[in-house]
């Protein structure tokens, strides 16, 4: 069985930054827009209970974009009266990133009605993100741990969802 998963992101946050250099928000932002597609491909291996229960092996990848706006502590460069100076300043960034998961997942899928199902799920998986930063001075953020956003390296999928199908 071949999936397909749209995927749609957005949230906006009312942050009050501090105006002390020093209080970094790091994973912090004012809003966050983003979208996706996954494509996986199920291998049902066993089936109990006149399919109540399924077990399968799935292994897919996934594309995602996120454009994240915030603010962040940065080093700026100006001119004044002829001279060269650096201050450390709250300016307003955006972070564009492009991200690409390969999964693969062992999931126990309970049917507990016509069309309705109940999954769980846990795997390993690589992600690898590219991040353009505005202004390109700024230094890219949201990659801290394996389910950040812009995070690069193998991370551990867990968890359960539920769905219909149609």
Do not use: C
């Not at 930054?17 to 996954?38: A, F, I, K």
């Not at 454009?67 to 955006?94: A, S």
Request: glycine residues 8%; charged residues 15%; proline residues 3%.
């Amino acid at each position: 069985m071949l999936l397909i998963s749209p995927q749609f992101y957005y949230d906006k946050n009312n942050i009050n930054y501090s105006t002390t250099p020093g209080n970094y928000y790091e994973d912090e932002y004012e809003q966050l827009n983003g979208y996706g597609v996954g494509l996986h491909h199920k291998i049902a291996v066993s089936k109990i209970n006149n399919n109540k229960w399924v077990f399968y092996f799935t292994y897919g990848i996934e594309y995602a974009h996120f454009n994240i706006n915030n603010k962040n502590w940065e080093w700026i460069n100006y001119t004044e009266n002829g001279l060269q100076y650096i201050k450390y300043e709250l300016i307003d960034t955006e972070q564009n990133t492009d991200r690409f998961r390969f999964n693969l997942y062992m999931s126990a899928q309970y049917n507990y009605a016509e069309n309705l199902f109940l999954d769980f799920y846990i795997g390993m998986g690589g992600v690898y993100s590219v991040n353009k930063m505005f202004p390109d001075f700024t230094t890219p953020m949201f990659d801290t741990t394996m389910y950040n956003y812009a995070f690069n390296g193998m991370y551990l999928p867990i968890g359960f969802r539920f769905g219909f199908r149609f």
